[in-house]
């Protein structure tokens, strides 16, 4: 594994956790600020709230579809894991099947609604699909190669699967301090420069510490596949637990890159909130909503380029300990020489993890429906009535199952992107670590079996002594 040279960045560190504080503070004032404001309202002693109990069957019932659902969630992850290790080519060659017929049932639909632009879209993906599944249908071995690769690393270290689930849990408790501050800012700033400061202040803090946790989890995974891409297979010097040595260096060294990246997000995601809302209040004005529309959407392909460029840059930063700036500088060569490659890559392994989500959503929507009909088979229902409670455990069964498969997944494409990255810039140390996955990276690359390889060398041989002959 490359040495770590210090802390990079060190100035947009320390500039987060200032902006961090000043949140804290907000919070405090503006709590202070509510009580002040509400002193002189009391509360009636003959309140109607006051006798109301809590439901505690509705609440066990509840408890008990999450935790059946959280269960399937659970084993859907597992069984996809599985698959992508055992059946890596297959599995991306029947997700784009599975892509191409989404496309085609979703023209048919809305032509059959009459809605021609959505019918043309819908055909047009189903064909971007099948044209881009034949001029690259050689590149699948080398994304399968990969695919299974992650999957098996995955396996090999489980830790990396909690780390999506702890940035989760981090920014659902972000969301409400969030939600809370800037709710009480009502109190102190509700009008005025004061009030519109703080509204781009509380704007950019929501994006970039939700970018900042959830780039922290990205590094802290690639940071693992990378110490098993230099360190694993028959290397002894594989550390106990990289996950959590990796999560150490994300969250120190490289905490200070990962703020600079994110920020740069943050600021587009920004612009783009203030545009939207200058663009509501200005409605019935047909010149400014087509403007703001046109923007907001080279802004939006901007975010997705920074997004997925950051991506890679992130790899960088988990694996050389570089700085944000010096990891784009060398992303982007890498993009020249690698570019088309990680595209494919992006393409025939992105959908494989999506839909892997959507399927485990909708097994969990059916798991939830019937122990939510289980439950409330017995309860009474008037006449001419039906209950449709059990479609309500559905969707809560569906939310679950879409959450722990996208955090799974989220693993995965980093995994990839790390296994990609590393191969890209250094193939020596896969060969040096474990010569057999090394040898089946370059075929699948190459498009070619090593057989392959020599029968041509040897052609080649044979023709230059005919030709010294």
């Given at each position: 594994m490359p040495e770590h040279s210090g802390a990079k960045d060190v100035i947009w560190a320390f500039l987060f956790i200032i902006h961090l504080i000043v949140i804290l503070g907000l919070a405090v004032y503006g709590?202070?600020?509510?009580?002040?404001?509400?002193?002189?309202?009391?509360?009636?002693?003959?309140?109607?709230?006051?006798?109301?109990?809590?439901?505690?069957?509705?609440?066990?019932?509840?408890?008990?579809?999450?935790?059946?659902?959280?269960?399937?969630?659970a084993c859907c992850a597992t069984f996809w894991l599985f698959l992508m290790r055992k059946f890596p080519k297959q599995l991306i060659i029947g997700t784009m099947i599975v892509q191409a017929v989404l496309w085609i049932a979703m023209a048919v639909y809305m032509l059959y609604l009459g809605a021609i632009l959505g019918g043309i879209?819908?055909?047009?993906?189903?064909?971007?699909?099948?044209?881009?599944?034949?001029?690259?249908?050689?590149?699948?071995?080398?994304?399968?190669?990969?695919?299974?690769?992650?999957?098996?690393?995955?396996?090999?270290?489980?830790?990396?699967?909690?780390?999506p689930f702890l940035c989760l849990?981090?920014?659902?408790?972000?969301s409400i301090l969030w939600g809370y501050t800037s709710a009480t800012s009502y109190y102190y700033a509700s009008s005025g420069a004061l009030g519109y400061v703080l509204y781009v202040f509380f704007l950019l803090s929501l994006y970039w510490t939700v970018e900042v946790i959830r780039n922290t989890g990205h590094t802290t995974v690639s940071g693992t596949f990378a110490t098993w891409y230099f360190m694993g297979g028959d290397n002894a010097n594989l550390p106990k637990n990289p996950t959590l040595k990796s999560g150490k260096r994300a969250l120190t060294t490289s905490f200070?890159?990962?703020?600079?990246?994110?920020f740069i997000v943050a600021a587009i995601q920004t612009v783009r909130a203030i545009l939207r809302s200058l663009a509501r209040q200005r409605s019935d004005n047909v010149a400014v909503?087509?403007?703001?529309?046109?923007?907001?959407?080279?802004?939006?392909?901007?975010?997705?380029?920074?997004?997925?460029?950051?991506?890679?840059?992130?790899?960088?930063?988990?694996?050389y300990g570089k700085s944000f700036c010096q990891a784009a500088k060398d992303t982007w060569r890498l993009a020249q020489s690698h570019g088309i490659?990680?595209?494919?890559?992006?393409?025939?392994?992105?959908?494989?993890?999506?839909?892997?989500?959507?399927?485990?959503?909708?097994?969990?929507?059916?798991?939830?429906?019937?122990?939510?009909?289980?439950?409330?088979?017995?309860?009474?229902?008037?006449?001419?009535?039906?209950?449709?409670?059990w479609v309500l455990f559905g969707l809560l069964g569906a939310i679950i199952g879409y959450i722990m498969m996208l955090q799974t997944m989220l693993v995965?494409?980093?995994?990839?992107?790390?296994?990609?990255?590393?191969?890209?810039?250094?193939?020596?140390?896969?060969?040096?670590?474990?010569?057999?996955?090394?040898?089946?990276?370059?075929?699948?690359?190459?498009?070619?079996?090593?057989?392959?390889?020599?029968?041509?060398?040897?052609?080649?041989?044979?023709?230059?002594?005919?030709?010294?002959?």
């Open positions: 709590f202070r600020s509510m009580n002040n404001a509400l002193d002189d309202q009391t509360m009636s002693s003959d309140n109607p709230l006051s006798d109301t109990s809590i439901p505690w069957k509705n609440v066990a019932r509840i408890g008990l579809v999450i935790a059946v659902c959280v269960a399937a969630g879209i819908g055909l047009a993906g189903a064909i971007c699909t099948m044209v881009m599944w034949w001029f690259w249908r050689h590149r699948i071995p080398f994304a399968a190669a990969i695919l299974g690769t992650v999957a098996s690393v995955t396996k090999q270290f489980p830790g990396t699967i909690l780390v849990f981090t920014t659902a408790g972000w200070g890159s990962i703020c600079l990246g994110s909503q087509i403007i703001a529309c046109l923007v907001d959407c080279i802004l939006g392909c901007i975010e997705g380029l920074v997004r997925m460029f950051n991506k890679y840059a992130y790899v960088q930063v988990a694996i490659d990680a595209i494919i890559n992006e393409s025939f392994i992105g959908p494989t993890l999506t839909i892997g989500a959507l399927i485990g959503a909708i097994i969990c929507f059916l798991v939830g429906a019937a122990a939510g009909a289980a439950i409330v088979a017995t309860d009474p229902v008037p006449a001419g009535e039906t209950d449709y409670t995965v494409d980093s995994g990839v992107a790390t296994i990609f990255v590393c191969y890209a810039m250094d193939r020596s140390a896969l060969h040096r670590n474990d010569p057999a996955l090394g040898q089946m990276f370059d075929e699948a690359y190459n498009g070619k079996s090593a057989k392959k390889q020599r029968d041509e060398f040897q052609q080649k041989q044979n023709s230059h002594g005919n030709t010294f002959n």
